[in-house]
T-cell receptor, first 115, second 120 residues
Framework: DAGVIQSPRHEVTEMGQEVTLRCKPI?????LFWYRQTMMRGLELLIY????????DSGMPEDRFSAKMPNASFSTLKIQPSEPRDSAVYFC?????????????FGDGTRLSIL | AQKVTQAQTEISVVEKEDVTLDCVYE???????LFWYKQPPSGELVFLIR??????QNEISGRYSWNFQKSTSSFNFTITASQVVDSAVYFC?????????????????FGKGTKLSVIP
């Protein structure tokens, strides 16, 4: 079975550019989570969706960040405009239910570098 | 206050030694889940185990074992006869049920991780 698929694996771009990260969850999973991992702050939840609807976006750092889930098999995390402090590894994860009972399965991550 | 504390930032052991990774959590919810994830040098996060708050039975899976003690709010992870392939960062995580923390509190809160280096 295919796992969570993220693209791109690596992204290097200049400050001020728009960045779009993509995620395809595991088929049949109705929860999708976006995380950010940095050395300073560790793994932080940014936002999560249930059945394509954003449930909690309190972890989104600021208005430059936005996330969408237009259908059950695709989600995007967008940063516009990007800043060097956004450099991090961004993970997408999905789970079959609320995540309380079932483990979240993670993609391989997108390593983002903003110059 | 941190909800999940992994006090050991880095551990080095020689191959074949046993090693225990500590995890202490904090929650007022009566229903919660604890998880361990492994992040090898390649960067992906690999799920290892899930344990719910009503099941204090210890679990063993091959060389891995987990000791859950509600009395001390700990969920420690032991690797027996460590191997070089065990070198990774290990994360402990908590998912709260929301009975105290409020509706919608189903997010996974991670500890800072413990970097384990197994030396040949």
């Amino acid at each position: 079975d295919a796992g969570v698929i993220q693209s791109p694996r690596h992204e290097v771009t200049e400050m001020g550019q728009e960045v779009t990260l993509r995620c395809k969850p595991i088929s049949g999973h109705d929860y999708l989570f976006w995380y950010r991992q940095t050395m300073m702050r560790g793994l932080e939840l940014l936002i999560y969706f249930n059945n394509n609807v954003p449930i909690d976006d309190s972890g989104m750092p600021e208005d430059r960040f936005s996330a969408k889930m237009p259908n059950a098999s695709f989600s995007t995390l967008k940063i516009q405009p990007s800043e060097p402090r956004d450099s991090a590894v961004y993970f997408c994860a999905s789970s079959r239910d609320r995540g309380l009972n079932q483990p979240q399965h993670f993609g391989d991550g997108t390593r983002l570098s903003i110059l | 206050a941190q909800k999940v504390t992994q006090a050991q930032t880095e551990i080095s052991v020689v191959e074949k030694e046993d090693v225990t990774l500590d995890c202490v959590y904090e929650t007022r919810d009566t229903t919660y889940y604890l998880f361990w994830y492994k992040q090898p040098p390649s960067g992906e996060l690999v799920f290892l185990i899930r344990r719910n708050s009503f099941d204090e039975q210890n679990e063993i899976s091959g060389r891995y074992s987990w000791n859950f003690q509600k009395s001390t709010s700990s969920f420690n992870f032991t690797i027996t006869a460590s191997q070089v392939v065990d070198s990774a960062v290990y994360f402990c995580a908590l998912s709260e049920g929301g009975s105290y923390s409020g509706a919608g509190s189903y997010q996974l809160t991670f500890g800072k991780g413990t970097k384990l280096s197994v030396i040949p």
